[in-house]
Structures are given as C-alpha cells and as structure tokens.
C-alpha cells in the first residue's frame, strides 16, 4: 500500500522558517514528479511548488517564490519544502503529492495530474 507522510509542521511566527518532509512508503516513486500544495481554512488547495524527476526542475507559486525552495532526494523517496521569511498568509495544511505516473513532468503536476496524496500536515504562522 502506498504511503505518503508528510512530518515538520508546526507553529512558527512571521518570519520564521521550517522544512516540511514527506516520505514514501510501499512504492518507489523517484521517476515521478513531485509537489506540494496547501489548503487554508475555507479556501480551496492551491499548488505551491513542484519538482522534476531528476530534480533540476522546479515551479513555484508567485505567492511562495524566492522564499520557498522544495527539493528531493531519490535514495530516501523523499521530497522537501524548505520554507523561510514565513507570513501569516501561509498558514495552511500542506500536502505533499506525487505525479500519476512517470511521464508527467513538474509543470503538469502543478496543474494537478496528481496519483497521490499524503494526509496533509498543519502549519501555522503567528503575526
């Protein structure tokens, strides 16, 4: 069975930083695009950002640019966000995503061609 596990949210004031992990399980996915998006209360989930198969590909939302930065590393299945100069605005459940299969690159997996989920984890940044 396919697992994702996102772990490191957590509270954090403005300005602050934190790195959000998701790690996979059941199934290696390290020839798939992968993500992560986020879901704020009553809002709908929006991309954030996204990564290449190889890794040396990256998209991200206007709203996250120059702050955030995701990467991967295919020996642990694992894909990361690293999140610095936060804002209340970002609070929200983030969600890490895997692509639908192999042949959709980083770009079509922000538009959501997305196989996978992992069950969110809660971030919150105080003012």
């Known amino acids: 069975q396919v697992q994702l596990v996102e772990s490191g949210g957590g509270l954090v004031q403005a300005g602050g930083s934190l790195r959000l992990s998701c790690a996979a399980s059941g199934r290696t996915f390290s020839s798939y695009a992968k993500g992560w998006f986020r879901q704020a209360p009553g809002k709908e989930r929006e991309f954030v950002a996204s990564i290449n198969q190889s890794g040396d590909r990256s998209y991200y939302a206007d709203s996250v640019k120059g702050r955030f930065t995701i990467s991967r590393d295919n020996a642990k299945n694992t894909v990361y966000l690293q999140m610095n100069s936060l804002k209340p605005e970002d609070t929200a459940v983030y969600y890490c995503?895997?692509?639908?299969?192999?042949?959709?690159?980083?770009?079509?997996?922000?538009?959501?061609?997305?196989?996978?989920w992992g069950q969110g984890t809660q971030v919150t940044v105080s003012s």
């Open positions: 995503a895997v692509a639908v299969s192999s042949y959709v690159g980083s770009y079509s997996l922000a538009q959501g061609s997305i196989g996978n």
